[in-house]
């Protein structure tokens, strides 16, 4: 059930300690973000969204930031689990559209 | 809800062979999507649905690939004849038009040999 590729930027980071994962989408006019985790064998799982009019979001042990002016969106967990271990994207709604666009992903490694 | 199921999970095909990749979205969503999954390529949306009409296509990568949703629950991806590059994750996801997040399936793991 392998989902994604060998050559990912890959994240890693001791366990407990914060993670930051970061994305830069395409168009400017785009106006809903959204992260989803996926991990081995599964599909894309929703973790959290904002909208562009918005500049951060928090979750439950998430926080996604967006900027605008250079296009660009990060996630951070706070107190990296083992199993926060996946792959992460990031996905633009573009405008007068449905669909999403995602990005290459990221994966991220957690070290016990 | 048992979420949105996909089946086959795994298929292994000999090229030129027709293959046929089945979706069951959530009850009650109105839109459905179908992505494409590769190391090289990442997800690509293929093709969308809202209330069982396709409404962007633009993403099926040539006539070997058809879509059909002949009812609100159920859809299907087929490729005729299958390649070996068609080798992939395909992940059907389904939503509330309006509520903007999707949910996706587990996913099919075709392989063309």
């Known amino acids: 059930g392998e989902s994604v590729g060998l050559h990912l930027p890959t994240l890693s980071v001791q366990e407990g300690d914060n993670s930051i994962i970061n994305c830069a989408y395409s168009?400017?006019?785009?106006?809903?973000f959204i992260w989803y985790k996926q991990e081995s064998g599964k599909g894309p799982q929703f973790i959290i969204d904002?909208?562009?009019?918005?500049d951060k979001r928090q979750g439950q042990r998430v926080t996604v930031l967006l900027n605008k002016t250079v296009k660009h969106l990060s996630l951070q967990i706070a107190a990296t689990q083992p199993g926060d271990s996946a792959v992460y994207f990031c996905a633009e709604r573009l405008p007068r559209g449905q669909n999403f666009v995602f990005g290459p992903g990221t994966r991220l490694s957690v070290l016990p | 809800d048992a979420g949105v199921i996909q089946s086959p999970r795994h298929e292994v095909t000999e090229m030129g062979q027709e293959v046929t990749l089945r979706c069951k979205p959530i009850?009650?969503?109105?839109?459905l999507f179908w992505y494409r999954q590769t190391m090289m390529r990442g997800l690509e949306l293929l093709i969308y649905?809202?209330?069982?009409?396709?409404?962007?296509d633009s993403g099926m990568p040539e006539d070997r690939f058809s879509a059909k949703m002949p009812n609100a629950s159920f859809s299907t991806l087929k490729i005729q004849p299958s390649e070996p590059r068609d080798s992939a994750v395909y992940f059907c996801?389904?939503?509330?038009?309006?509520?903007?997040?999707?949910?996706f399936g587990s996913g099919t793991r075709l392989t063309v040999v």
């Open positions: 996801a389904s939503s509330l038009k309006g509520n903007y997040g999707y949910t």
């Open positions: 009850s009650g969503h109105n839109s």
């Open positions: 904002i909208r562009s009019n918005m």
């Open positions: 168009n400017s006019a785009s106006d809903y």
């Open positions: 649905f809202n209330n069982n009409v396709p409404i962007d």
